[in-house]
């Protein structure tokens, strides 16, 4: 349950990076926007990506892995329209602006998954060990 909620919060944190940087992607709401934003974007994640993923594999082997950037930019335009249709105000200027928006949230989450896995790593280290017998 701790990783979830540590994607979860990178992903809001992405998420929210994507809307200060690019300045296609606008957000008319609150924290709580974000957080269900994140919500939606981290289901898409978990179940369209790897379908995506499958589908597309000889594009994204013909393209050395760049046709992933166009995967995640088409997730965050579905997000845009799931927000929307929700009532969540996230809006997204076209093509180009997704692209740009995926790439923020793509690095800004690379460099906090780094981050929060360094900071739980230490806690992990921290195990109880025993001596060993010389039966």
Known sequence: MTKFMIR????????????????????HGSWVGILLLALIIGLLNALLRPLLTLLTCPLIILTLGLFTLVINTGILMLTSRIGQALGIGLTVDGFW???????????????????LRDGLKGKKEKRIRFPKSNN
Do not use: E, K, Q, R
Not at 102 to 115: A, D, Q, W, Y
């Open 8 to 27: 979860w919060v990178i992903n809001a944190i992405s998420l929210y990076a994507a809307v200060l940087v690019v300045p296609g992607i606008d957000l």
């Open 97 to 115: 602006s997704a692209l740009l928006g995926s790439l923020v949230i793509s690095l800004v989450s690379v460099i906090m998954s780094v981050i």
